[in-house]
């Protein structure tokens, strides 16, 4: 990296360094998640008994949808789950509710967007909350009864633990977006819109392969903080146009 800055091809050492970052994160993850299956092994059976016990009967986080809940177990630390839909069928409201929810539960999410501004995401957020009129929202014409119910649920955020909208300007790539997660903190990761991120090893978006690379590096990062990572994507262009009708 430090030649191609001298010869000043400043891509090539961006490449480098994106290459080396990600390759550190895969070890640390792979040296982390090293267990002896033979230590401690009745303990496996407290944390069965554990999971019998519990009120919802999941092992992770709720996302509030009964069907998602049964299928996963709950949303658990390390996993990757990706929402896969065409254009214009209602992923990033699905990330968003489960974000809600979760949030409710007494958890802290982090919910980048790389489809909508933040403002877009916050007024979306406050009309689903809320119970509100999206379209009455932005437009300042919400009911009186609307309107109060709105002030109530604004005023209920102020004292609970933290949601963040993260801005995507600087996080374009998996390791901008380990950075914020490295700064947040957060209990679980949503990340909407995966296809418009930029691949660090290809340059590319949306292409089979980089969003190939996209998703494992997404997996390694998942792996890296111990947590959830819901994941929104389109199917990819190629192969809606490729369909058979």
């Known amino acids: ?8 091809d400043h891509n090539v050492a961006i490449s480098v360094l994106s290459q080396g970052v990600a390759k550190l994160i895969d070890e640390g993850a792979r040296e982390s998640n090293d ?8 303990k496996r059976f407290e944390e069965y008994t554990h999971i019998k016990t519990r009120p919802n009967g999941l092992i992770g986080f709720a996302t509030g949808f009964k069907t998602i809940d049964e299928a996963t177990a709950g949303l658990q630390p ?10 214009k069928t209602g992923k990033s409201v699905l990330a968003m509710q489960m974000a809600v929810n979760v949030h409710r539960d007494g958890f802290v999410p982090m919910f980048q967007s790389f489809e909508m501004t933040n403002l877009e995401q916050q007024q979306r957020h406050d009309s689903m909350r809320s119970r509100i009129a999206h379209s009455r929202l932005i437009r300042g014409a919400l009911t ?25 300007v600087s996080a374009m790539t998996v390791t901008g977006l380990a950075a914020k997660i490295d700064k947040i903190r957060p209990d679980i990761a949503f990340v909407d819109g995966v296809y418009l991120m930029t691949d660090e090893v290809t340059g590319e978006s949306n292409s ?21 990572v819901v994941a ?13 009708t």
Do not use: C
């Open 35 to 42: 267990i002896d299956l033979t230590n401690n092994a009745t």
């Open 78 to 87: 390390g996993q990757l789950i990706t929402i896969i839909a065409p254009p």
């Open 232 to 244: 929104t994507t389109q199917v990819l262009s190629w192969k809606l146009q490729n369909r058979k």
């Open 144 to 168: 009186p009864a609307e309107e109060a119910r709105y002030m109530d649920e604004l005023k209920a955020m102020e004292s609970m633990h933290k949601f963040y909208l993260t801005d995507s």
């Open 208 to 228: 089979p392969q980089a969003l190939t690379n996209i998703t494992r590096a997404l997996k390694r990062m998942a792996q890296q903080f111990d947590i959830p």
């Open 1 to 8: 990296a430090s030649e191609a800055i001298a010869s000043g």
